[in-house]
DNA sequence: TATTAAATGTTATATTATTACATAAAAAAA
DNA sequence: TTTTTTTATGTAATAATATAACATTTAATA
């Protein structure tokens, strides 16, 4: 979705340094076709940087996340990039459990849903995370 | 949501073997009043089996979770007991952020909406698991 | 320039989970 | 019942994921 342009951009329109290992992760992270791992990263990162070490791909991974550039696909303890602008309180993948393809399709209905049953049962909910399992059309 | 004779019944029912590690280790996972960690339940497990190791907990973990008992909180890294009947392809949970309680709360109206999104990108779904973050009504 | 704050480098270690193989128990077949 | 097969467990080792702690460097700011 993001163009390295934009974020450097942004980056700097927010104040945010925009540091070598932090800029490397996100490269890997967004060059990568399927969620990827952190030492997965890390091990990437290695082409990039001397003998990095796992805090410095944790560090740049937290970075990205924080700032919602990156998600973590939980099911996958695995990292992919945003594809949907960058700022949503409420996240949806559909997760292929035979490519290892993940679709990032933030559905705006979902919050009215949420807002509804949480009404009810008197929870405040902040932020969500739906994660599908299935197949992708390539696949089923 | 089950007591344990039920479990037992629908155990002897389907051919299941409920053997020790298993019984004590749902035992423990119902008993917890939040989600439990597997490190934490293998330490409680210590109390009922001697010397008792990782795979052992872990198995008996995958076995609840296979016949649905239990469920994994992806985000927590931990698991706790189906409050909705054992057996549901979707799950939702309002996961308080201030005192860690999960409530499992599944709504029937979900799949309605997974189902025409994922038409639409031709997805087919086959189970899904939401976390909701926020505040539950003690603690906001 | 001096001071402070933020980020990184590095080592170690914590946490979460699985592999591999021997043994035991239960179920199924003979 | 005995034998055979399948399923589960015990145990040791190790893999995979993630963080803590502290020294050093780099950047921001006073
Ligand atoms: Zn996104
Ligand atoms: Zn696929
Ligand atoms: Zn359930
Ligand atoms: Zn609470």
Redesign the interface.
Known sequence: MFKEEQIIKICKQNKWRLTEPRLEVLRIISLSKNPIKAYDILKKLANKIKNPKPPTAYRAIQFWQKHKFIHRI??LNAYQACSHGHSHVGAQF?I??DCGKV?E?N?H??PE??KK??EN?????????????????QC?
């Open positions: 939980e099911s559909l292929c459990d679709i399709s559905l209905e979902i849903i949420l049953s949480t049962k008197t929870f405040k909910p902040l932020r969500w995370n739906l994660e599908i399992n299935g197949l992708c059309n089923s």
